[in-house]
């Protein structure tokens, strides 16, 4: 074995791999936001339209459950709805709903990220975020600083849909349900409606909390879920399929709205109410008084806790979905080229990246002198067979290794570094020379980063553990290091194990050096469990008693 290594290279920290963040400024790249922006609007637009229905039962029990003139009741309000209008009432309003939550969606969530990426550098850095309550902060800071915003865009949609709504069949006051149509109705009537921003104030009270408890909550929520999964099971997120990971999201998201409905529900009673004809010129505050503080903040909550909870697992739901559907798109290359590139530099750029793999490749060209030892099968090991024979020949495999161990560990104990070799929303010529930068910056040779921005290109940068973990088993075999795990009932003496060693090493012709790692579990009563490689010798107590069991007398 090789008694000197080159150092692996440097921590890497977060700041320097979450999205490869803009060292000065501490913000991701600009198709990064672009794409939360779009999952934001179809998580937002998409979901808020579906339950238009009980949009349309709460705010017209708000409005007129107190005179009697409309059921407070759900399933009462929702029947008296079809009766008297149809397929039109139980859907009135759902045009404003999709557009204007959808913007605010867009917003919402873009501006979460961006938030979150500008509060995280005026502090100092994501190391400064040691702790939950710390996390805590800055997620309600970013995502209230995004509602505020978004909040602008949802106004003139929001009133417009109420106003929709709250007017009773046959009543005057109402609006058209065409929504130019109804956009010019409420701006003729702006003294009376106070179009388009009349509402902003008591949307901010009801959103801003709203988005703030919805983001910790889920986040919160989420987290917990996973460190319980992982302490009973001893399985991670990444261990779940999709279909299991978008239902524990959608539960997250579903608890967090639960409080985020109880929280704002006086404000949402509030904008009802003010959509009500008869209640035009009258305050928030004289709306409040004359509602009463239990019907403040109880009348029409389990409809919305329905509505709300719904849709924040929903949104959720659908805004990982999304996710989930870009990487299968870079998995299946089909993702849409990046449109702040004309067609031109994009057909120059995939000619760049194509001759680079070309090089890459041929340096990569096997002699049978550098051939590894051993062969090993699948796309990790195509990868690291062709890292050992470009090593071999200039000499450098034990620096390559101590590299790929470098970033192998750092994918393991980073969440951020992972994050981002896992990120399919990068563009991959982005990528791909973000990842050369930082590891020519950390003086890493040049057959790991070619091995590095090859990946990269072909979207298989997530691939990079298995492969630093193959490279690795490829270089044991040169060594002769064979690896075998001991489970013994009872702890084994340093005698015990070398005995078990020097066997093993005497019954493997290849064998240079055994490393033993032992494990005890007392189910087996006695003996011992030998596994090297995939071969696994079974030596127990147990094994022999159940085999006894089977025989027949």
Wanted: proline share 4%.
């Amino acid at each position: 074995m090789s008694s000197t290594k080159a150092p692996p290279p440097a921590e890497v920290t977060t700041s320097e791999w979450l999205l490869r963040k803009d060292p000065n400024t501490g913000l991701g790249p600009l198709g990064f936001y672009t794409r939360c922006m779009v999952g934001g609007f179809l998580a937002c637009g998409v979901t808020h339209a579906s339950v238009v229905t009980l949009d349309v039962a709460k705010v017209r029990s708000q409005a007129h459950g107190s005179s009697g003139r409309w059921p407070k009741g759900l399933f009462s309000s929702v029947h008296k709805t079809w009766q008297a209008e149809g397929v039109g009432g139980v859907t009135k309003g759902w045009v404003p709903t999709f557009w204007g939550y959808g913007a605010q969606g867009l917003f919402k969530f873009g501006l979460n990220e961006f938030f979150k990426d500008y509060f995280t550098n005026a502090i100092g850095g994501s190391e400064k975020l040691d702790s939950t309550s710390k996390k805590m902060l800055l997620w309600a800071a970013a995502s209230g600083s995004a509602e505020v915003v978004a909040d602008v865009f949802l106004c003139p949609f929001e009133m417009t849909k109420v106003k929709m709504q709250v007017a009773l069949p046959g009543e005057k006051g109402a609006v058209s349900n065409n929504i130019m149509q109804a956009f010019r109705e409420m701006n003729a009537r702006k003294t009376e409606t106070r179009f388009p921003f009349g509402s902003l104030q008591p949307l901010w009270g009801r959103q801003v909390p709203y988005t703030m408890i919805k983001f910790v909550g889920f986040y919160a929520t989420q987290n917990r879920v996973y460190e319980e999964i992982k302490k009973r099971t001893g399985k991670k997120k990444d261990d779940f399929d999709s279909a299991t990971q978008l239902a524990i999201t959608f539960a997250c998201g579903y608890w967090a709205g639960i409080f985020c409905a109880i929280t704002t529900q006086p404000m949402d009673n509030l904008v009802s109410l003010k959509g009500n004809e008869e209640n035009a010129n009258k305050s928030f505050s004289q709306l409040a008084r004359e509602m009463g503080t239990k019907d403040l903040f109880m009348r029409g909550l389990s409809t919305r806790i329905i509505m709300i909870g719904t849709l924040t697992g929903l949104q959720w739901w659908v805004y990982e979905l999304t996710s989930i559907v870009i990487l299968y798109l870079v998995n299946s290359e089909k993702v849409l080229s990046n449109t702040m590139f004309s067609a031109v530099a994009r057909k120059s750029a995939r000619s760049v990246s194509a001759s680079v793999q070309v090089v890459n490749l041929r340096s990569f060209a096997t002699e049978a002198s550098h051939k590894p030892v051993i062969s090993l099968h699948g796309l990790a090991a195509r990868y690291a067979n062709a890292t050992y024979v470009a090593a071999s020949k200039t000499n450098k495999l034990d620096k390559v290794e101590a590299e790929l161990n470098g970033l192998g560990k750092a994918a393991a104990d980073s969440p951020a570094f992972a994050s981002f070799l896992e990120n399919p929303l990068i563009p991959r010529d982005q990528k791909s020379a973000q990842i050369a930068e930082l590891l020519k910056s950390k003086k890493v040779s040049d057959i790991t980063v070619n091995l590095c921005t090859t990946l990269a290109g072909n979207a298989r940068l997530s691939e990079l553990p298995k492969v630093a973990s193959t490279f690795g088993q490829l270089m044991k075999a040169k060594r002769g290091e064979v690896d075998a795990t001991i489970i013994s009932a009872e702890a084994l003496s340093k005698t015990e194990t070398d005995q078990i060693a020097a066997a093993i090493k005497a019954n493997s012709k290849d064998a240079k050096e055994v490393i033993i790692s032992s494990e005890v579990d007392p189910t087996i009563i006695g003996g011992i469990q030998v596994q090297i490689g995939d071969q696994f010798l079974d030596l127990s107590i147990r094994s022999r008693i159940e085999e006894l069991s089977r025989t027949p007398v």
